[in-house]
């Protein structure tokens, strides 16, 4: 387990990534360039499968960019690191599942973090906001993703306006999967990384680029590249043994053995 400002813990093929930066887990540079290290070992690591992302406490996920590092002279458009604010939002070919267990106030870069993730489970108690408006700047990432994610005008509600949300009303919109008591929170994000660990790693390799490639482009367009496998993920698994492996599995009823290749 690392430690710093960020903790890590690995199970198999489950990593845990948890924001530890006390009051308020608010990210700084140094803490992103960190985050993208580590996000860019877990996507090159083929020993991994699955992560987490959480924090430490039981107040606050995360808020997002750190003002007070940034009113102290650290840069807003300085380095963030290998892949952008948090680590993941603009790591290329990040083909791995992750899911974010929301344990508290997930507001501005924290909520664009989170929506960096592939699904997010939030406690009872969970709230979310993009309070920039506020702040007299833009929430670029999230204006970018959440008016893709959840209806145009509820995105642009929260956007304009910076309210907050509860998780009940991120379960209705839908960027949250589930919600659970809080002592429940991180046994329900470890069952489906186990879930997700025990699936077949190259078909969730492609579903993932499949999905980055059809958010801007044509249907009909996305899907000449699959049935052409000129999709890189797509290619390597239809001519992988996990193919084989698992039509084998189907026609002798047994569960498949995935070996990622």
Known sequence: MSEGPIRTRREGGILEVTIDRPKANAIDLVTSRIMGKIFQDFRDDDSLRVAILTAAGEKFFCPGWDLKAAAAGDAVDGDYGVGGFGGMQELRDLNKPIISAINGICCGGGFEIA????????AEHATFALPEIRSGTVADAASIKLPKRIPYHV????????RWLDAQEGHRWGFVNEILPADKLMDRAWELARLLESGPPL???????VVREAEGAKFQDTMNKITKRQLRTVDILYGSEDQLEGARAFAEKRDPVWKGK
Do not use: F, Q
Not at 155 to 162: E, H, K, N, R, S
């Open 115 to 122: 929506l960096s993730t592939d699904m997010i489970l939030a």
């Open 203 to 209: 078909v969730y390799a492609a579903i993932k680029e």
């Open 155 to 162: 995105a642009m509600d929260m956007l304009l306006t910076g």
